[in-house]
């Protein structure tokens, strides 16, 4: 996918979403990024290694994340760990994501007759 316009990205594969916000953090590495998501969401959302490396390694073909050098020399821990941060373009088409399920939120309470907030 080569377009620069957000949209064009979404909707994001829970996924996806879960490692942009993620590195949205900070610099990680993909067993940090699955502990993250774990804790965040209570266990709901549970990364295998299989479906993390393969949305890092789409969320790196988009140019949405990029591999990167640890944040310190003492967090390069095991030289197999890769580490990685969320682009420019990654944050902007994180926002719009964060944007279009903020909207769909506040359709659903609006259908069941919940007030918005």
């Given at each position: 996918m080569t377009s620069r316009d957000p949209t064009a990205y979404l909707p994001l594969t829970p996924a996806a979403f879960h490692i942009l916000?993620?590195?949205e953090e900070g610099?990680?590495?993909g067993y940090a990024i699955k502990r993250v998501v774990e804790e965040r969401t209570r266990g709901i959302v549970r990364l295998?290694?299989?479906t993390?490396?393969?949305a890092i390694g789409s969320l790196a073909k988009k140019g949405l994340v990029d591999e990167?050098?640890?944040p310190t020399p003492d967090a390069a821990g095991s030289s197999r760990w890769r580490f990685y941060e969320i682009t420019p373009?990654?944050?902007r088409i994180l926002k719009a994501e964060v944007g279009r399920l903020e909207a769909d939120v506040a359709h659903a309470r609006a259908s069941f007759g919940e007030a918005e907030g």
């Open positions: 916000m993620t590195l610099v990680s590495h295998g290694a299989g993390l490396y393969h990167c050098r640890p373009l990654g944050r």
